[in-house]
Structures are given as structure tokens and as C-alpha cells.
T-cell receptor
């Protein structure tokens, strides 16, 4: 059974810092990995999608990497801002026809101004 | 249109009520999902519809009844719920034309409170 773990569970940093969020998964047979952002009480916003054949994806200040063989992904946030404060979830897609998305428990990020 | 729209945003219902949650997308996605999310927990899969047919039911109690009347619409019918069913209910969709390459799009959720 796939298990997805995110470290740290919570992170508090001053504005302007670069930071790294970690995600690990136990079964490397995945289609892709997706990073989401969730603000309190809201839905999920997709940040980055990395295919199983890719090593990294970038969008603005965000960079996500994937090492499928070791079961790890990182989300790098450059020059953090208070508006980045949210819960960050990673999820791997697998199963027959890729019909299951398995989530980690998330990292709660607080960026202090 | 690149959104998944869920209505209502908030719902309070009694344990004897019958209500429905609605989810709509116009991206041509043929896979649609219901997830349940309790506070401070990750979303948990409830149901998967593929081409308007139920393909996965994650052993969800029968008081939750999904329905996919067409390729754009997904409903979740609720009846005789318990207070522990209070949660954020999220709908998602995914394109199926290129199953390897397409990510999920989530709606903003329905906050359900059972009293």
C-alpha cells in the first residue's frame, strides 16, 4: 500500500527565506506527482505536476524535483512571502489507469513579515 | 473554463435531512472524484467516476450516494448523516485523453456540518 510522508509537518520562516519541503513515497510505481496548496477551509490549488519520467518542474518561484527511484520529491520555494503561508500537500497518482491520488499529510507553512 | 465548481459552499443539515452536493466542470474531463477531508487531515478518496460510470467506491457508507448524470456533472446525495460526517467535501476532475500526463483539478469544496 502506498504511503506518502511529508516533512516537516510545520515550518515557520521569516519573509525572504528560501525553503524546501520534502515528500517521500514508498511505492515507486507512480504515474506522476502533484504538489498542491491549500488555504484554510478552501479547496486545493495545483502548483506543479511532475511526470514519472521527469526530474523537475518550475513555475515562477517554485521548483519541484522528483527522484522516482528513491521515492522522493522536494518543493523549493524561493524568496518566500507572507502570501505563501498555506498548507502544502504532495500527492502521487497510481493504480489502474491512474485513478487514485494518494496524499501526504501536508506541511503547514507560515511566512512571517 | 478551467475550473471545477462546487455548490453549495456551506451546508448545515440535520441527521434526518436529505441534501445533495453538486459539482460541475466544463473542461471535457471524463474522470470525476469525490474526496472527504477532515480538519488538519489530507483528503481521502470516496468515489471515482470514469466515463460516467462508478469505477471506485472506497467502502463508503450507503448514506452517501453518488450520481453522475452526464459528463459535466457529479452529485453526492446525502441522507441520514451522522455528526462525524461533518467535513470539507471536495470534487475533482481529470482529463482521460492522455492518462499519463494530466493532473487533477479540484473545486473549492463544500463545508458540511451535520447537527
Amino acid at each position: 500500500k502506498q504511503e506518502v510522508t511529508q516533512i516537516p509537518a510545520a515550518l515557520s520562516v521569516p519573509e525572504g527565506e528560501n525553503l524546501v519541503l520534502n515528500c517521500s513515497f514508498t511505492d515507486s510505481a507512480i504515474y506522476n506527482l502533484q504538489w498542491f496548496r491549500q488555504d484554510p477551509g478552501k479547496g486545493l490549488t495545483s502548483l506543479l505536476l511532475i511526470q514519472s519520467s521527469q526530474r523537475e518542474q518550475t513555475s515562477g518561484r517554485l521548483n519541484a524535483s522528483l527522484d522516482k527511484s528513491s521515492g522522493r520529491s522536494t518543493l523549493y520555494i524561493a524568496a518566500s512571502q507572507p502570501g505563501d503561508s498555506a498548507t502544502y500537500l504532495c500527492a502521487v497518482r497510481q493504480g489502474e489507469y491512474g485513478n487514485k491520488l494518494v496524499f501526504g499529510a501536508g506541511t503547514i507553512l507560515r511566512v512571517k513579515s | 473554463d478551467t475550473e471545477v465548481t462546487q455548490t453549495p459552499k456551506h451546508l448545515v443539515m440535520g441527521m434526518t435531512n436529505k441534501k445533495s452536493l453538486k459539482c460541475e466542470q466544463h473542461m471535457g474531463h471524463r474522470a470525476m472524484y469525490w474526496y472527504k477531508q477532515k480538519a488538519k487531515k489530507p483528503p481521502e478518496l470516496m468515489f471515482v467516476y470514469s466515463y460516467e460510470k462508478l469505477s471506485i467506491n472506497e467502502s463508503v457508507p450507503s448514506r452517501f450516494s453518488p450520481e453522475c448524470p452526464n459528463s459535466s456533472l457529479l452529485n453526492l446525495h446525502l441522507h441520514a448523516l451522522q455528526p462525524e460526517d461533518s467535513a470539507l467535501y471536495l470534487c475533482a476532475s481529470r482529463g482521460t485523453g492522455t492518462p499519463i500526463g494530466v493532473g487533477y483539478t479540484f473545486g473549492s469544496g463544500t463545508r458540511l456540518t451535520v447537527v
